[in-house]
């Protein structure tokens, strides 16, 4: 029979090329934003991360924009590697009241030699 | 800081058992968050808890879950009894006080259900 499941999302890329993860996130309240890497077997693990009243944040190799109009954060990750393989999750904080963290569905980035 | 411990690392139990996950967060996170990963479902918010009380259980699929923090430096989640649908990646995370902290995660017990 034909299993069913989630359908992550693929980016596949040239080792080298810039990569782009799209999130489309769920709450207009939210007020804080994170990007997870989660490698085969592992948790996941923290990337970076923006607040509500940013819309660009830049860190080593990785930019996160922030486009609270629509409700999607984007996650750019320079000179992709083989080690940068894995899937990519970004997540919402509800509120700063509650500190409830929820996810997105997940992308999986495969870098090609 | 070791990080976020979970024990154990896989569990392989018949249908009908109990199961105990554990979870022993960072020292200070007064956050925990335990989460539930699957192909069907990907990554969801089961329960969490701040400064050992339970905020949100909304989660928690059935009776059968439930979750305790007897002290900040302890989490379970008990499965009772297991059914073969809870096969997935159990995550435990704990992150500090305040919203705008990131949270760290365990590496995960892998439960299977037979």
């Known amino acids: 029979g034909e299993s069913v499941g989630l359908h992550l999302p693929t980016l596949s890329v040239q080792e080298g090329d810039n990569s782009i993860i799209n999130c489309a996130y769920s709450?207009?309240?939210?007020?804080?934003f994170i990007w997870y890497k989660q490698e085969s077997g592992k948790g996941p693990q923290f990337i970076i991360d923006?607040?509500?009243?940013?819309d660009k944040r830049q860190g080593q190799r990785v930019t996160v924009l922030l486009n609270k109009t629509v409700k999607h954060l984007s996650l750019q990750i320079a000179a992709t590697q083989p080690g940068d393989s894995a899937v990519y999750f970004c997540?919402?904080?509800?509120?700063?009241?509650?500190?409830?963290?929820?996810f997105g569905q997940g992308t999986t980035l495969q870098v090609k030699p | 800081d070791a990080g976020v411990i979970q024990s154990p690392r896989h569990e392989v139990t018949e249908m009908g058992q109990e199961v105990t996950l554990r979870c022993k967060p960072i020292?200070?996170?007064?956050?925990l968050f335990w989460y539930r990963q699957t192909m069907m479902r990907g990554l969801e918010l089961l329960i969490y808890?701040?400064?050992?009380?339970?905020?949100?259980d909304s989660g928690m699929p059935e009776d059968r879950f439930s979750a305790k923090m007897p002290n900040a430096s302890f989490s379970t989640l008990k499965i009772q009894p297991s059914e073969p649908r809870d096969s997935a990646v159990y995550f435990c995370?704990?992150?500090?006080?305040?919203?705008?902290?990131?949270?760290?995660f365990g590496q995960g017990t892998r439960l299977t259900v037979v």
């Open positions: 923006i607040r509500s009243n940013m």
């Open positions: 020292s200070g996170h007064d956050y």
């Open positions: 808890f701040n400064n050992n009380v339970p905020i949100d």
């Open positions: 997540a919402e904080n509800f509120s700063s009241n509650t500190g409830k963290l929820i």
């Open positions: 995370a704990s992150k500090e006080t305040g919203g705008v902290t990131e949270a760290f």
């Open positions: 709450n207009s309240a939210s007020d804080y």
